[in-house]
């Protein structure tokens, strides 16, 4: 087992690696998103409801501490942007902490970590009402959806490995 030093510099190396990846998946959405005629940044949208997930999220939060903290539909555009980075950063801290202490294969390891971060976004979100359980949903939307964790998932994998 991996002594705690060890495991901080994996994790710090993940934060770097989580960078990598969270731009790899970022482009990897544009390029479809661009491929299926979307449009390419977040629109303000006219309800709640309609933003994503990241900016639902936000919402909510502030919403929880209260406190004078509003957040207006106007800044969903950044909080998509801030929350969407911020969480694959963090998720890359969490593997360059787990690589450390047990070792990974950029593939298989980033396959397996990309799997494991599309599943905890459902687990994180159905329960919270923002996604429906991934059975609800098309099968390709699904399918979809999972190409860019697992985009991701080798992404940061891949980017550790080369920063050893």
């Known amino acids: 087992m991996a002594d705690a030093r060890t495991i901080?510099?994996?994790?710090?190396?993940g934060v770097l690696a989580g960078v990598a990846g969270t731009a790899v998946m970022t482009a990897y959405q544009l390029a479809v998103a661009k491929a299926r005629g979307k449009p390419l940044s977040t629109p303000v949208p006219r309800t709640w409801a309609e933003a994503p997930a990241p900016a639902q999220v936000?919402?909510?939060?502030?919403?929880?501490?209260?406190?004078?903290?509003?957040?207006?539909?106007?800044?969903?555009?950044?909080l998509?942007?801030?929350?969407?980075?911020?969480?694959?950063?963090?998720?890359?801290?969490?593997?360059?902490?787990?690589?450390?202490?047990?070792?990974?294969?950029?593939?298989?390891?980033?396959?397996?970590?990309?799997?494991?971060v599309w599943a905890a976004s459902y687990g994180e979100l159905v329960p919270l009402g923002i996604y429906k359980p991934p059975w609800a949903?098309?099968?390709?939307?699904?399918a979809l959806d999972l190409s860019y964790h697992l985009v991701y998932g080798v992404s940061v994998a891949g980017a550790y490995a080369a920063l050893r």
């Not at 901080?8 to 190396?13: H, L, N, V």
């Not at 980075?85 to 298989?108: D, K, P, R």
């Not at 949903?137 to 699904?142: D, I, L, N, T, W």
């Open 58 to 78: 936000a919402k909510r939060a502030a919403d929880a501490l209260g406190k004078g903290r509003k957040i207006t539909k106007k800044q969903v555009p950044l």
């Open 8 to 13: 901080a510099a994996g994790m710090g190396r």
């Open 137 to 142: 949903y098309p099968a390709e939307e699904v």
């Open 80 to 116: 998509t942007n801030v929350l969407h980075w911020g969480y694959g950063i963090g998720w890359g801290a969490v593997y360059g902490g787990v690589a450390a202490a047990v070792g990974a294969s950029a593939l298989e390891g980033g396959l397996a970590f990309g799997t494991g």
